[in-house]
Each structure stands twice: as C-alpha cells, then as structure tokens.
T-cell receptor, first 113, second 112 residues
Framework: AQTVTQSQPEMSVQEAETVTLSCTYD???????LFWYKQPPSRQMILVIRQEAYKQQNATENRFSVNFQKAAKSFSLKISDSQLGDTAMYFC??????????FGQGTRLTINP | EAQVTQNPRYLITVTGKKLTVTCSQNMNHEYMSWYRQDPGLGLRQIYYSMNVEVTDKGDVPEGYKVSRKEKRNFPLILESPSPNQTSLYFC???????????FGSGTRLTVV
C-alpha cells in the first residue's frame, strides 16, 4: 500500500522568506501523480500544484515549485516570497493505480508579518 | 461555476440518529469520492464511485454507506452514527484518476 509522510507537523517563517515543505512517499508503481493541496482556515481544499511522475521537469505555479526526486521518492514544495495568505495547512497527496488519493498528515505553515 | 456542493457545512447529531450528507457536482465527472479528515491523520478515503451504480470501499468504510443513482450526486449515509465518526468530511470529484480533483467545502460533523 502506498504511504505518504510529511515529517514537519508545523513550520513558521517570516513574510517574504522562502520555505520548503517536505514530503516522501512509498510506492512500487511507476506511473502516478503527486499533488500539494492547501487548506486555509476556511477549510477549503485548494490544489496548489500537480506533478506527473513520468515528467522529469519539476512543476511550477507562480511562487510555488516542487523538487521531484523520483528515485528518492521525494516531493517537496517550495514557496518563494511567502505571503500572509500562504498561512494554511498543506497536504501532500499521491494518486496511483488505486482509485484514491493517499494524503500525508499535513504541515501547518504560518507566515508571520 | 464548476463546483462540488456539500450540505450541510455543520451538523451536530446524537448517537444512533441516521443522517445523510449530500454531495453534488456540476462538471459531469465520472469519479467521486468521500474522505474524512482527522488531526494527525490527513484525509482518508471512505468510499468512491467510478460511475453510476459503481461504488467501492476505501480505507475506512465501516459505519458508512453511499449510493450513486445519478452521475452528479453521491450522498454519504451514516445509518447509526457513533462519536468516533465525529470528523470533517469532504466530497471530491474528478474527470478521471490523476486529473484535477475538485473538493467540496467540507462538512463538520459532531456526534454526541
């Protein structure tokens, strides 16, 4: 069974700094998808970024980028020029052959003014 | 607007009183799923559906039922709720596995 591990329960940085959230996963599949979701206090689940495992190029979305290391099964999220609105819970998720997303435990990120 | 609509957003109920949480999507998605979110555990899948009349168990199906009589609707039924089902519930839909998932706004359920 697939597992996703987020080893940082909480993180805190100053506004405008860069922060990296860690995620590792375990799978024997070769074709899969990886996601980062943001959950602000409104509790809405918002897709931040998506990576297809067969693509070597790391996905980017504006200030958000990933470092995808397939061999190491690592999928970290980098947030550049962090903003107060980035304060949220962040979930890493794996989507493979099984009909579900497997989520990590979450990292609570606080951006301080 | 493309969306997944969940109702209610908040619900407090008593042990054993049957309840239904509704979920509806307007994107003609074939895949729909229910998750529960608990502190320190992330989101875990309860049930999913690949299409009308096709449903299957996820990782934590005990105490829950679902149905998919229409493509757009995927209600979650708790026939006899217990306090350990107190949680935050999300419905999600997708065109297919691996594509963008759209989540509902969540239902905070408290069973006393």
């Amino acid at each position: 069974a697939q597992t996703v591990t987020q080893s940082q329960p909480e993180m805190s940085v100053q506004e405008a700094e860069t922060v990296t959230l860690s995620c590792t996963y375990d799978t024997s599949e070769s074709n899969y998808y990886l996601f980062w979701y943001k959950q602000p206090p409104s509790r809405q689940m918002i897709l931040v970024i998506r990576q297809e495992a067969y693509k070597q190029q790391n996905a980017t979305e504006n200030r958000f980028s990933v470092n995808f290391q397939k061999a190491a099964k690592s999928f970290s999220l980098k947030i550049s020029d962090s903003q107060l609105g980035d304060t949220a819970m962040y979930f890493c998720a794996f989507g493979g052959g099984a009909q579900k997303l497997v989520f990590g435990q979450g990292t609570r990120l606080t951006i301080n003014p | 607007e493309a969306q997944v609509t969940q109702n209610p957003r908040y619900l407090i109920t008593v042990t054993g009183k049957k309840l239904t949480v509704t979920c509806s999507q307007n994107m003609n998605h074939e895949y729909m799923s229910w998750y529960r979110q608990d502190p320190g555990l992330g989101l875990r899948q309860i049930y999913y559906s690949m299409n009308v009349e096709v449903t299957d168990k996820g990782d934590v199906p005990e105490g829950y039922k679902v149905s998919r009589k229409e493509k757009r609707n995927f209600p979650l039924i708790l026939e006899s709720p217990s306090p350990n089902q107190t949680s935050l519930y999300f419905c999600a839909s997708s065109l297919s596995l691996g594509k963008r998932y759209t989540f509902g706004s969540g239902t905070r359920l408290t069973v006393v």
